[in-house]
């Protein structure tokens, strides 16, 4: 078991910037793939980044490509999501999650945080 907590989450201004951070606890966290999701209310839970089980590789949606970066340090289980140039459109309740193998489905990941939310205004 692995659990997972989001802290980091507030309101700012468009352009603004926020950190996201979760910590984990449980199981060897560098045995995971780490995965950041997002959802707005009325839509589907999207992929916003995600980072292999080494943290060599990372990817990122379209829509946050530039804008956001995920890093990951084993050592202190923990990851983060530095969130810059932010727009309204990226409010939405933001989960970190951990999975055996990792991939941009939300299905292929094992466990989640409670969320954090972010709202930007415009």
């Known amino acids: 078991q692995v659990q997972l907590v989001e802290s980091g989450g507030g309101l700012v201004q468009a352009g603004g910037s926020l950190r996201l951070s979760c910590a984990a606890s449980?199981?060897?966290?560098?045995?995971?793939?780490m995965g950041w999701f997002r959802q707005a209310p009325g839509k589907e839970r999207e992929f916003v980044a995600a980072?292999?089980?080494?943290?060599?590789?990372?990817s990122y949606a379209d829509s946050v490509k530039g804008r956001f970066t995920l890093s990951r340090d084993n050592a202190k289980n923990t990851v983060s999501l530095q969130m810059n140039s932010l727009k309204p459109e990226d409010t939405a309740v933001y989960y970190c999650?951990?999975?055996?193998?990792?991939?941009?489905?939300?299905?292929?990941?094992?466990?989640w945080g409670q969320g954090t939310q972010v709202t930007v205004s415009s």
């Open positions: 449980g199981r060897t966290f560098s045995s995971y793939a």
């Open positions: 999650a951990a999975g055996v193998g990792g991939s941009r489905s939300p299905g292929s990941y094992d466990y």
């Open positions: 980072s292999s089980w080494s943290g060599f590789k990372t």
